[in-house]
């Protein structure tokens, strides 16, 4: 919705993390704004920055997807790890996946 869009981007403006990150989810998903993968990637980004962990595995899936940005499994493992410290669970799935596979880690079956 585009009122709600809007509401997000003033908070985003303001740097609060999680209003970045749902401005990137609405660019993500073309929700009240044109749909554009590169401007959902930045906002996650200024999320991810400021350690917001949802920020940090959204991010890491645009780097392994390639979705906004050069696809890029080292950063997306980076991401990935900093979202595990935080106790997040998706991004813990995804880690042990790239662990068994050795995608921008390396290949650590014990990991």
Known sequence: ?????????????QGHAKAQLMLGGLYESGCGVARDDAEAARW?????DQGHAAAQYMLGGCYASGRGVSQDNVHAARWHRLAVDQGFA???????????????VAQDDAE
Not at 44 to 48: E, H, I, P
């Open 44 to 48: 996650f980004q200024l999320s991810a």
């Open 90 to 104: 998706a991004s813990q799935h995804v880690l042990g996946l790239f662990y068994g596979g050795g995608h921008g």
């Open 1 to 13: 919705d585009v009122q709600a869009a809007s509401w997000h981007r003033l908070a985003a403006d």
